[in-house]
């Protein structure tokens, strides 16, 4: 029984914490969580999405 559970462990699909903190972010972005989401960005080292987060929240500081 212990035996079956291992294998059903190692079955189970594992994305990488990577992928997860860029979907979560991409999630904020869509919320319009932008701060949130450009320090995921910026940890993540995703260059193209911090600067639309950066464009995104000068836009919105225009606005206010």
């Known amino acids: 029984n212990h ?13 990488p914490t990577w992928k ?4 979560i972010a991409n999630i904020y ?3 319009g969580l932008v701060n949130n ?3 995921l960005y910026l940890h ?3 260059w193209s999405d911090v600067i639309s987060c950066y464009q995104i ?6 606005v206010s």
């Open 3 to 15: 035996l079956a559970q291992k294998n059903y462990f190692h079955s189970t699909p594992v994305y």
């Open 20 to 23: 997860l903190k860029s979907d």
């Open 29 to 31: 972005v869509k919320l």
């Open 37 to 39: 989401a450009l320090d």
């Open 44 to 46: 993540l080292k995703k």
């Open 57 to 62: 929240l000068k836009k919105l500081s225009l």
